[in-house]
């Protein structure tokens, strides 16, 4: 009786279709949550701790751990065991983690064998998540995101949104507008000659973009491009051969100016490079990343010399003295560091809290004598180089202040700030040499300006 009741009951449940759940699908349910929150450093380009996520057999082969995914056993899955907090770091590094469902999805598509796509379905390759085009409905206006005076300090390039601008910082006139960039012109850099304007930026997640202009003409005469994310910094090489750059896709690159073709990918950092700079005599290059670190690489072989890791939070910003033996770099934790560099190590020379908030900026004199900084607390502080002590300090800034420039001379910095104003101080009596200049007027929605006059 029992048992007829039983058969009665597996017929029934059969009948009105109720069965187990099937596993996640590797195509439909466990790429979209790797194309969102693991492509940014697990792609065929970035390949942190080797290994590549973009496709099924990619992910399966592991990294320089080795096999990440134990098909049947999510628990002694490598990739779990991270997402979960149990081997650190915990992924997404330097994110928020996983929400518990995506976690338990993955887990129990690795428990059930962790296959890979059907037969009936193509094998996926994943790309990065594509990033809608937001248009803004009120009036908006670009902030100034980088500043740089010509070697002969004449001329004052100034970079926002998609395009350069080139004042003349004597009478504040726009001398011409360079127009075409991706996005945000986040780097300036000027060929040693002054000849050349190259400038850096391209859209976040999607790609970096190095334009260069003829300064006189005021054409453009390559752009180059390589980096999986946009670029925060550049920097020309004194023989004016190379260009540097450092990105938010934890790599720096080295360029070739006349051909524009990439010489060497420099793979060390575990983070976003915020900034780079070549030593003064051109042997060696200097970035700074968002992991608390500066690292040292050699120009010749494109290999790293030695790591400087004392910060406590992100560097964002840093400046060779101008005789090369030392380095100075800033950024989240307020604080500057100045380190003594050698043939094959550095060491900590001395450290400040300077600032009461974020450092956003810092340039060193062409004297030697006095490191400048710019903060988010609204300020513009010039210390002794040799001891930090405070000289100055211009306060009450309208707005922060993300770019510094100081001219060749010593006698001219020029300051960017937020709000699309730029200002331009005397070095030495910390005075503006004129009134505070609009760089970037508010624009209206989709509409592009061709003014060509810097408003007063």
């Not at 670190?293 to 120009?299: A, L, N, P, R």
């Amino acid at each position: 009786m029992v048992c007829a009741v039983f058969v009665a009951m597996w017929a029934v449940y059969n009948s009105a279709g109720v069965k187990a759940a099937s596993p996640p699908s590797f195509n439909s349910d466990i790429a979209p949550i790797l194309q969102k929150n693991c492509l940014a450093c697990h792609s065929s380009s970035a390949k942190m701790g080797g290994l590549v996520m973009d496709s099924y057999d990619s992910l399966m082969k592991g990294g320089d751990h080795g096999q990440v995914i134990l098909p049947h056993n999510s628990h002694g899955s490598r990739l779990a065991q991270m997402l979960e907090g149990k081997i650190a770091p915990r992924m997404p590094f330097g994110a928020d983690p996983l929400p518990a469902a995506d976690i338990a999805a993955i887990e129990t598509w690795i428990d059930a064998g962790a296959s890979g796509p059907a037969e009936s379905e193509a094998a996926k390759t994943i790309t990065t998540a594509p990033i809608p085009e937001i248009k803004p409905e009120v009036p908006v206006v670009s902030p100034v995101a980088s500043v740089k005076f010509s070697p002969d300090g004449k001329l004052l390039a100034v970079g926002g949104y998609r395009e350069v601008r080139l004042i003349d910082p004597s009478t504040g006139k726009e001398i011409a507008t360079l127009s075409g960039h991706a996005d945000y012109v986040r780097s300036i850099a000027f060929s040693p000659d002054g000849k050349l304007l190259a400038a850096g930026g391209g859209p976040p997640q999607r790609f970096g973009e190095i334009k260069i202009w003829d300064v006189q003409s005021h054409q453009l005469l390559k752009t180059m491009q390589g980096h999986t994310d946009c670029i925060y910094s550049i920097a020309w090489s004194p023989d004016g051969k190379l260009i540097a750059s450092g990105s938010y896709d934890k790599t720096a690159k080295l360029w070739d100016v006349a051909t524009g073709k990439e010489l060497s990918n420099l793979k060390d950092h575990i983070d976003a490079v915020f900034a780079v700079a070549f030593s003064p005599d051109g042997k060696r290059l200097a970035t700074a990343s968002q992991d608390r670190t500066v690292k040292i690489w050699d120009i010749a072989t494109g290999k790293r010399l030695y790591t400087l890791s004392d910060a406590s939070d992100g560097l964002s910003t840093l400046a060779y003295s101008p005789t090369g033996d030392r380095i100075a770099a800033a950024g989240y934790d307020k604080t500057i560091y100045v380190w003594k560099l050698g043939k094959d190590d550095g060491h900590l020379d001395q450290s400040l809290i300077a600032d009461e908030d974020s450092i956003l900026a810092l340039v060193w004199s062409p004297d030697g004598k006095t490191i400048i900084t710019a903060s988010s607390d609204g300020s513009i502080r010039f210390r002794e180089a040799s001891t930090l002590d405070p000289i100055r300090v211009i306060d009450h800034q309208p707005d922060w202040v993300e770019a510094l420039s100081i001219s060749r001379d010593g006698k001219q910095l020029a300051a960017g700030r937020f709000n699309g104003t730029l200002s331009v101080y005397d070095a030495e009596n910390y005075k503006e040499t004129r009134g505070q200049m609009i760089a970037f007027e508010p624009q209206p929605p989709s509409t592009k300006s061709d003014s060509k006059q810097v408003t007063q």
